[in-house]
């Protein structure tokens, strides 16, 4: 983006419910609209409407080849978008509404332009609990695509303000529901082929849904054979910083992401410091996890990341690490 927010075209509506028919509006017009979920904040199209699902590639940045999640507003829906299998089934029964995305066989008569899919046979489908999400998609009567509000590759938006800095000249409405509960994208699991697999670690913890599978989800990486989720690229989640992890002390120079009552050696002389959750809380220090990196970045030129748990949360806030701390292009 090179515009300056003051001459940005957008406006930010704080979310209550006069709001959602402006937002609709801008929908059914094909604009793209800044929706809050549970997790993130998502740049929301028409589902149906090839030139804003476009308009959300171009915006982010976003390559051609990556398709988007399509949001729908209950199990009923789903069921008109991606053919619900047994497992999906259950797994829909126990976790939706809510911060799980399932990546099913598409129906064929699905009102989902091609673009939005990368012209692939399954679709991801995710059905969000946010009361501001769910009244968006009641009144639009239809799905909507949404990715989070992020430019491609960057820090993904828990704010408004998030998705004013990175995408505010995209955007026709923004509806302001304050920083997002959970801070961390869903979990994608896939059920198109033989076997249930982990597309991407997220805000449900693996355990929770192995427990309602009866069974173990294979990692994506760990199967050739097994389509992998296309966005999930080795450099992700990135700030500007360089990111250095397992940090057991911090360098001249350094900002630090400390998580828990242990802080690394010469803590004090970071330049800046956030801890995610000083009491060692994983779903806090989630909550807390991209607005930290945000502000780091806006500090330093590299960033010091404390060790993290790789259990629960701590999986998926590992992952986003990993990504953010990848070599980019
Ligand atoms: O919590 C969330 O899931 C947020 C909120 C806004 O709903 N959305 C989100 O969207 O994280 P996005 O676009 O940032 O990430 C979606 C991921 C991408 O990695 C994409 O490749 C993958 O889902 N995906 C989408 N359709 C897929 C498919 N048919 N098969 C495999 N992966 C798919
Ligand atoms: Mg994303």
Redesign the pocket.
């Known amino acids: 983006m090179t515009g300056k927010a003051a001459q940005l075209p957008h406006i930010v509506l704080a979310a209550r419910r006069e709001a959602i028919p402006l937002a609709v509006a801008a929908l059914r017009a094909g604009n793209l609209v800044g929706m809050p979920?549970e997790?993130?904040?998502?740049l929301a199209a028409d589902a149906a409407d090839a030139t804003a699902v476009g308009a959300i590639f171009l915006a982010k940045g976003r390559p051609r080849f990556?398709?988007?999640?399509v949001?729908v507003v209950d199990r009923h829906a789903a069921g008109a978008v991606g053919v619900l299998a047994p497992a999906a089934e259950r797994l829909a029964e126990a976790f939706w509404p809510g911060?799980l995305?399932l990546?099913v066989a598409r129906q064929p008569a699905a009102p989902i332009a091609g673009i939005a899919?990368a012209g692939?046979s399954?679709?991801?489908i995710?059905v969000?609990a946010h009361p501001v999400a769910r009244a968006l998609l009641a009144a639009f009567s239809g799905p909507l695509v949404?990715?989070?509000a992020n430019r491609s590759g960057h820090v993904s938006a828990t704010a408004a303000a998030h998705v004013v800095a990175d995408l505010g000249a995209a955007v026709a409405v923004i509806l302001d529901a304050g920083p997002t509960a959970i801070g961390i994208?869903?979990t994608?699991v896939?059920l198109a082929g033989d076997r249930p697999i982990l597309?991407?670690a997220g805000a449900v913890p693996r355990a929770a849904i192995e427990q309602v599978l009866g069974t173990r989800l294979t990692m994506a990486d760990s199967d050739r054979e097994s389509?992998q989720?296309?966005?999930?690229l080795a450099s992700h989640y990135a700030p500007a910083a360089m990111i250095r992890l397992e940090a057991t002390s911090v360098r001249p120079g350094e900002a630090l992401l400390a998580f828990g009552r242990t802080l690394p050696a010469n803590a004090a002389a970071a330049v800046a410091v956030v801890n995610l959750s000083p009491t060692g809380n994983l779903a806090e220090a989630a909550t807390n996890f991209f607005a930290a990196l945000r502000t780091l970045d806006a500090q330093a030129a590299s960033i010091a990341v404390a060790p993290i748990p790789d259990e629960g949360l701590g999986e998926a806030i590992n992952d986003r690490l990993r990504r953010a701390a990848a070599p980019r292009n």
């Open positions: 979920t997790t993130v904040y998502g990556n398709p988007l999640i949001h911060p995305t990546v899919l692939l399954t679709v991801a995710r969000p949404a990715p989070s994208e869903s994608i896939g597309l991407r389509p989720a296309p966005g999930m």
